[in-house]
């Protein structure tokens, strides 16, 4: 295992399905995040997890939204209703808690278009 | 609320050149991270920077932190064609407790012959 890992790479669904992304964290990280980005933007975070607690969630991430990682080890997050709006790169990332230079290191994201 | 900027948000420079690109932030932080995203692609991490006064280098590339003005570059030399991408800068807000990084705009530098 070299990296984070995201599946699918694109996703393309009308304005109204459910949709679910999974995220393979490197493996020995106990930190798993959700971030967000539109064209022409930097990432906006959505949440985060240590092991299988999800300890934030931001305002960003309405009730459509539910994000889970049960085991500690891959994430889900599910969009239900899907809208317009929606329409992002959604990007997992992984780190190790405790390190003094915890860095995160993201996966190469899911591309989602609501049409 | 902590704020990142950068600027310039667009930067077209000529190969052998030298520039900088700016990352303000609002509020006292910590740790700050450069990374680097080419087209399509995810966000791959250049730096680290974890005091006032810190500075680290690789390749054409040089980063530094003055916590104090509350201000970070990130310095190129000689560019090359190769340095072509965006460029993040994110910050970890204060009391943080997880990776709540908030990321500036981005930098979108072309190098040209």
């Known amino acids: 295992d070299t990296g984070v890992s995201q599946n699918p790479r694109h996703k393309i669904t009308k304005r109204g399905q459910n949709v679910t992304f999974r995220c393979d964290p490197i493996s020995e990280h106990n930190r798993l995040y959700w971030y967000r980005q539109t064209l022409g933007q930097g990432p906006e975070f959505l949440t985060y997890f240590q092991n299988e607690a999800q300890l934030e969630k931001s305002r960003l991430l309405s009730d459509r939204f539910s994000a889970e990682r049960p085991k500690g080890s891959f994430s889900t997050l599910e969009i239900q209703r899907t809208e317009q709006g929606d329409s992002a790169m959604y990007l997992c990332?992984?780190?190790?808690?405790?390190?003094?230079?915890?860095?995160?290191?993201f996966g190469s994201g899911t591309q989602l278009s609501v049409l | 609320e902590l704020k990142v900027e950068q600027n310039p948000l667009f930067l077209s420079m000529q190969e052998g050149k030298n520039y900088t690109i700016y990352c303000n932030y609002s509020t006292t932080s910590d740790r700050l991270y450069w990374y680097r995203q080419d087209p399509g692609k995810s966000l791959e991490s250049l730096f680290v920077l974890l005091s006032n006064g810190a500075v680290k280098q690789e390749g054409r590339l040089m980063a530094s932190l003055d916590t104090k003005a509350r201000l970070s570059t990130l310095h190129i030399t000689a560019a090359v064609h190769d340095l072509s991408a965006t460029y993040f800068c994110a910050v970890d807000p204060p009391y943080n407790q997880g990776g709540k990084l908030i990321f500036g705009q981005g930098t979108e530098l072309s190098v040209k012959p």
């Open positions: 990332a992984s780190s190790l808690r405790g390190r003094m230079n915890e860095k995160l290191f």
